[in-house]
Every structure is written in structure tokens, then in C-alpha cells.
């Protein structure tokens, strides 16, 4: 399995700030009111990038031989998985974010001091899941074995 790159990351943010701005483009040209998230997303991408690295923590102490237990390799496959799609559900949300940030700044009437700050903190929480799956992604990395020729040394390595 190849690490997450920035590339990737970078795309799903464009696609993420594309989306939020139309949305609310299409909402307000349309007459409606434009989309808010509610106050508990952001809390809930912290909370998501908290429980994937809880859960690669246990892997990361196997590979050292901190524990005594076996690495299970479908395990720690499946925690680096969940890593790589919370690093691209943080860059596609947070992207959306600010997006719709962008949206509500760009109009020339007052701005709702609540709807600011919970699209900036969309935006933040979701730059620290990034953060947060790819220091996961990072600890299910188990190192390249001397004696398998099929492993390169350009897939990084996770498991």
C-alpha cells in the first residue's frame, strides 16, 4: 500500500472548497439560505482523528516489540486503511469549509458571527484530522523485510 500524498490531499481539498462555494452559490441563487454545518462537526472530526490514533498506537508497539503480542497484519492494514480515509475525509471536509467560508465572506452584507467561526473551525478540524491520520498511517508502517523481493522501497512501507 503507497502513504497518502499531499498531492491526493491537495486535490480533495480543491474538490472540497469547489463543492462548499457551489453549494452555497447554488443555495443562494435559488433563494434558499445558505448550508451551515452544525456546531458538533468539527468536534466530531477531532474525535475521529483521536480514535484512529488510538487505534494505530497498539500497532506501533507490536512493530517496536514493545508488547509481547503479535502483529496482526490484517489489523494494522485495516487501521492504516481507516488513516488514509480520514486523511481524505479531513482534506474534502475541510476544504468544504472553507469553501463555504469563502462564500459567506465574499458577500457584501454582514456576516453572523457563529456561522464564521464554525467554518473556520470546519476548516481547522479538519487540517488536525489530517494531521492526526497521517501520524496514524506513520505508526501501522511496518518496515521492509530483507528477504521479499517484491517489496519496493517507493511504496512506503505500510502495511
Avoid: W
Amino acid at each position: 500500500m503507497k502513504r497518502t500524498g499531499p498531492a491526493v490531499l491537495v486535490v480533495a481539498a480543491v474538490i472540497g472548497v469547489v463543492v462548499g462555494y457551489g453549494t452555497d452559490q447554488l443555495l443562494s441563487a435559488s433563494g434558499h439560505p445558505t448550508f451551515t454545518p452544525m456546531v458538533s462537526l468539527p468536534v466530531v472530526l477531532v474525535a475521529l482523528g483521536a480514535i484512529v490514533l488510538v487505534l494505530a498506537i497498539p500497532i506501533r508497539r507490536a512493530i517496536r516489540g514493545s508488547t509481547k503480542a503479535p502483529i496482526n497484519p490484517f489489523r494494522a492494514v485495516r487501521i492504516a486503511m481507516l488513516a488514509k480515509a480520514s486523511s481524505l475525509v479531513g482534506a474534502g471536509i475541510g476544504g468544504a469549509g472553507i469553501g463555504l467560508l469563502l462564500f459567506v465572506l465574499s458577500r457584501p452584507t454582514e456576516h453572523d458571527g457563529g456561522v464564521v467561526t464554525v467554518l473556520v473551525a470546519t476548516g481547522a478540524c479538519g487540517a488536525v484530522l489530517i494531521v492526526a491520520a497521517l501520524i496514524a498511517e506513520h505508526l501501522c508502517t511496518i518496515r521492509k523485510d530483507d528477504d521479499d523481493p517484491d517489496a519496493s522501497a517507493a511504496d512506503g512501507g505500510s502495511a
